[in-house]
């Protein structure tokens, strides 16, 4: 059935002034691929978009909902999040926010907590988040593991996680977990055999947190046995790179053909001009939600986009690092604080989103996309930064 979505004050359809632009195309900059229609109407017909245009022009359709002036943009695309865990962090959250620096060892309570945690409970906890999400405007989620680490909760954390998402990431390559503390290699073994064999089957993508830096991460010939197992076992790949400090995460990502680089807090001249070069391979999907949770310093998005690198922005959900999954506020911090334009910021979160997880169906409003909306409490998607912490979009459903 054809249902008429009318009434929409300001369409951006992040699909350029013709409203066909793909996703892949990265010849427009940002506010020119925005492609506002003005008094728009969409036809969604069983999930898809089917129509586009002026609503005077709109055709008949069996059912509609008018908009009465509210702008609507492409749902979120959150390329990055944890969402299957149990317990929370907040004291050391506290404890961050008195200079207490992060460096991944808190990832051992979520780790407890989780275990310890029922099926039942895990899938709720899930199931409210993803719900936050959505009423929030985000359309498109990527769920991790990483909280498990043992086969069988590795392996439940994915099929949990499959539930609510195509987009699943197994992260057994997380940190090393306090039991293998004295033998990373067996650790590894674990993950690169019997782990990955029982998560593969439920997982996308496959993730590493390589950060020589922490004593509980990934070095990089660590992360790159973790890699291309996954890559063997018919996983894509992506890569926790330069988040505490420089590192070869990025490099590594970029050698390796990674969809995406997640953080890129930390880059030096030869990481810019490899995410630069491949830009059509490799996105860097920036997280600012956790430099304001961690008090670290944000990642520098103008120098990324002015050397051409693909950039996405992310919610990185999380019990540690960032605990929440509010696209606008990350929008909102990309604006005031990475000095992003609202147009690079809103395009980073659509269709950036959509590049980082090698999606061409999302991330626009466009005949052929998803009939992912997210409707505005505002007359433009500019709100978004202006009002930041206001509930100002919402999945239309
Ligand atoms: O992306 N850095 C590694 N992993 C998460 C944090 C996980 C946690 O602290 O629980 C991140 O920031
Ligand atoms: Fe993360």
Excluded at 112 to 140: I, K, P
Aim: charged share 20%; hydrophobic share 45%.
């Amino acid at each position: 059935t054809a249902r008429l979505v009318t009434g929409i004050g300001a369409l951006v359809t992040c699909a350029g002034p013709g409203g066909d632009v793909p996703v892949g195309d990265r010849s427009l900059d940002a506010a020119t691929r925005l492609g506002v229609v003005e008094g728009a109407a969409v036809v969604v017909e069983d999930g898809w978009v089917a129509w586009v245009g002026p609503a005077a022009q709109a055709p008949a359709a069996d059912d509609r909902v008018d908009l009465q002036g509210r702008a609507v943009v492409p749902g979120f695309v959150d390329s990055h999040a944890h969402l299957v865990s149990a317990g929370d962090r907040a004291a050391e959250f506290a404890a961050r926010m008195a200079g207490t620096p992060y460096d991944g060892g808190g990832i051992g309570v979520s780790v407890a907590a989780t275990r310890a945690a029922s099926d039942d409970e895990l899938r709720a906890l899930l199931a409210a988040r993803v719900a936050e999400a959505r009423a929030l405007g985000t359309t498109t989620l990527e769920v991790k593991s990483g909280y498990g680490l043992t086969v069988e909760d590795e392996a439940r954390a994915l099929r949990l996680a499959a539930e609510v998402t195509d987009e699943t990431t197994f992260l057994g390559a997380h940190v090393v977990p306090a039991e293998w503390r004295d033998d990373r290699g067996g650790y590894l073994d674990l993950v690169t055999g019997p782990m990955l064999a029982a998560c593969a089957p439920h997982a996308h993508w496959v993730d590493v947190f390589c950060e020589p830096r922490s004593p509980h991460a990934f070095t990089a010939e660590e992360a790159r046995r973790v890699l291309l197992a996954g890559r063997a076992a018919g996983l894509g790949l992506r890569v926790h790179g330069n988040q505490l400090g420089p590192g070869p995460g990025v490099r590594l990502a970029v050698e390796l053909g990674a969809a995406s680089v997640d953080h890129c807090t930390f880059l030096d001249d030869a990481d810019v001009d490899a995410l630069a070069a491949a830009s059509d391979t490799t996105v860097a999907t920036l997280l600012p939600g956790v430099e304001f949770s961690t008090r670290m310093p944000y990642p520098d998005a103008r120098r990324l986009l002015a050397a051409g690198a693909s950039v996405a922005l992310a919610s990185d959900c999380n019990p540690g690092t960032c605990n929440t999954a509010a696209m606008p506020f990350v929008i909102a911090l990309a604006v005031r604080e990475l000095r992003m334009t609202g147009a690079e910021a809103l395009v980073a979160a659509t269709v950036g989103g959509a590049r980082a997880l090698r999606r061409t169906d999302v991330g626009r409003v466009a005949v052929g996309a998803r009939a992912d909306l997210a409707v505005l409490e505002a007359p433009s998607y500019e709100h978004l930064a202006y009002r930041p912490g206001m509930p100002l979009a919402r999945a239309l459903s």
